[in-house]
Nanobody
Framework: QVQLVESGGGLVQAGGSLRLSCAAS????????MHWYRQVPGKQRGLVAT???????TYLDSVKGRFTISRDNAKNTVYLQMNSLKPEDTAVYYC????????WGQGTQVTVSS
């Protein structure tokens, strides 16, 4: 059974940093692309960053240069390092495997105060 467990959210002031982690189990982690999404109330969940099995990364334009997605295959974990946070980054962040029809973590709240 696939499980994705996020951690690392919290409250931070604008300009601050947070690192999210997502530990995966029940899959052959190293061969899968992994994604981070985020959602604010009343809006659809949107893709923030992707890392392929080969380590290629892509980002939402608004987070380019501030967020970094990475993975540690030995630990079956994907990370999202978030720097220079802005109030508009406030959302629940979800780890994902397989896209919209795939597997989701429980989400972790990130709140950026101005």
């Amino acid at each position: 059974q696939v499980q994705l467990v996020e951690s690392g959210g919290g409250l931070v002031q604008a300009g601050g940093s947070l690192r999210l982690s997502c530990a995966a189990s029940g899959i052959i982690f190293s061969i899968n692309a992994m994604h981070w999404y985020r959602q604010v109330p009343g809006k659809q969940r949107g893709l923030v960053a992707t890392i392929t099995s080969g380590g290629t990364t892509t980002y939402l334009d608004s987070v380019k240069g501030r967020f970094t997605i990475s993975r540690d295959n030995a630990k079956n974990t994907v990370y999202l390092q978030m720097n220079s946070l802005k109030p508009e980054d406030t959302a629940v962040y979800y780890c994902n495997l397989g896209g919209a029809q795939g597997y989701w973590g429980q989400g972790t709240q990130v709140t950026v105060s101005s």
